[in-house]
Every structure is written in structure tokens, then in C-alpha cells.
């Protein structure tokens, strides 16, 4: 009755509450390298290198990251110089700070979130032009009935 409502999005509360993430770089942590997964990873220290996987990366308010991100879905309260192209959603959390170009169909941003950076979104840019598309051929249906 009087618990405090969540601000976090659904992904975050998966990721977080149901014990899905299968691995964890903890806070003072430091990994180098390329990281592939399968599953849900969540990382808490510093992590240098490029990271690929079809499924969601987790980066805690003390995850740091130089790297080059190509993921499902990525949720970020810590900080990433480099580029991220996600399939599905980006979250950013605050304090999230971001130094390069996110390519996302959807994005989620938290007041207090930096972004330095460009914002590319096909998918959302395509839906859009979609529905032009449809509005136009709906309107030109109708005008061709009148005559």
C-alpha cells in the first residue's frame, strides 16, 4: 500500500529483480578485451575492449567503459567513451555520462543523463516514413473517390 513506486523501466527490473544475469564484473574489477555473451551480463568496474552479444548489458553507476558496444539492449547509469549500436533498446539511467554515437530504434534517457554525441535512430525514421507513406496513399484514395 505505501511501497515507493520504481522509476526503472521494465528491462531494468528484469535484469535487476528475477536473478537473470548469468555474469557480473563487480566494482574494482578491470577486464581488456573482446566480450561476447548469450545472456544477461551486468558490469560494475572497467571495462576496455569491444563488447557483442544479441542479448542486454547491464552497467552499473560505477561501470566504466572505452568501448566499442553491439547489443540487444543496453541499460546505463555509469559511464562509456565509444560508440553503441543496439538491436532493441538503449537506457540510459542517471548519472549516465556518454562520449560517442548511439545507434538505437528506441531510446530511453533520465533527466541528469550527458550525452555527448550523435543519436541515430533507423528504425523510429522508418515507422515515420511509413506512416507518411500511408497517410499520403489513404488521402490520395480518398481525393480519386470524390472526383
Known sequence: MFKKKSTRGSSYSQA???NEI???LGAGSQ???KLS???IVRLDGAFRGEIESS???????SGKMIAEVKVGSLILSGRLEGNVTAA???E???PAVVEGNITTPLLEVEPGVQINGQIIMPAAAQSQGDEISRKNKKSQETNEGKS
Not at 542479448?55 to 553507476?61: A, K, Q
Open 16 to 18: 535487476r529483480d528475477k
Open 22 to 24: 548469468k555474469a557480473f
Open 31 to 33: 577486464f581488456e578485451g
Open 37 to 39: 555473451f548469450s545472456e
Open 55 to 61: 542479448d542486454t548489458l547491464v552497467v552499473g553507476e
Open 88 to 90: 532493441g533498446k538503449v
Open 92 to 94: 540510459l539511467r542517471a
